[in-house]
């Protein structure tokens, strides 16, 4: 496996249910990230993990809870959602940033489906 | 508030011509600017980008513009091809190392 890949691709849960999306990242980066994606809004960013530390929590609600065990893997673990939480949720990767380098490299996405 | 705006949802143009992609910014401290290429079930994949202390970076068919008294950039693709139909993010970053997209403009190449 190369880059950043993602699972599941899709996850349709009802709201009672509790689900957990997986990221990994095959780059050797540092940083790790979560942004949501809904239909017709700018790329949102959630969280950031910079060597397994959380740096940034951009005010998400606490039914989104992340886990990043190691540099290499990322989880977004999810529970009693809204319908309003159907999203594309994107992972990214990056060497910790650097001036005047800071590229980011993208998972393909979890579709996510609250009904 | 939005502080990256791309105006146009999408954009159509034809093959072998130039595309042009505009994006606006509010916050004069943001100081390098990316613009990201997406296709349909794919993640973002990162094109080219431009520091504030540049006007201009150029990549193959892929320029990059900065006006920053405009608060103002664009990406040129010329010549246009089919596999440059996707939507196009631009991005900026802020002090903070944070990066804020815009909602993305779909290019279609028309044959």
New interface residues.
């Given amino acids: 496996e190369t880059g ?1 890949t993602q699972t599941p691709r899709h996850l349709v849960m009802g709201m009672t249910n509790k689900k957990s999306l997986k990221c990994e990242q095959h780059l050797g980066h540092n940083a790790m990230y979560w942004y949501k994606q809904s239909a ?4 949102e ?1 959630m969280f950031v993990y910079n060597f397994k530390e959380q740096t ?1 929590n951009n005010s998400v609600p606490s039914r989104f809870s992340p886990e990043c065990p190691n540099s290499s893997h990322l989880f977004l673990h999810l529970h009693t959602l809204q319908p309003e939480d159907s999203a594309l949720y ?3 990767s990056s060497q910790v ?1 650097m001036a ?1 380098v ?8 979890t579709r996510l489906t609250v009904t | 508030d939005q502080q990256v705006k791309q105006n146009s949802p999408s954009l159509s143009v034809q093959e072998g011509r130039i595309s042009i992609l505009n994006c606006d910014y509010t916050n004069s401290m943001f100081d390098y600017f990316l613009w990201y290429k997406k296709y349909p079930a794919e993640g973002p994949t990162f094109l080219i980008s431009i520091s504030s202390i540049k006007d201009k970076n150029e990549d193959g068919r892929f320029t990059v513009f900065l006006n920053k008294s405009a608060k103002h950039l664009s990406l040129h693709i010329v010549p246009s091809q089919p596999g440059d139909s996707a939507v196009y993010f631009c991005a900026a970053r802020g002090q903070d190392d944070k990066i804020i997209f815009g909602k993305g403009t779909r290019l279609h190449i028309l044959p």
């Avoid at chain 1, 017709?40 to 790329?43: A, T």
């Avoid at chain 1, 800071?102 to 996405?109: K, L, N, S």
């Fill in positions: 950043v017709k809004k700018p790329l960013l940034e994107l992972c990214a940033p005047g800071d590229e980011q490299y993208f998972g393909p996405g």
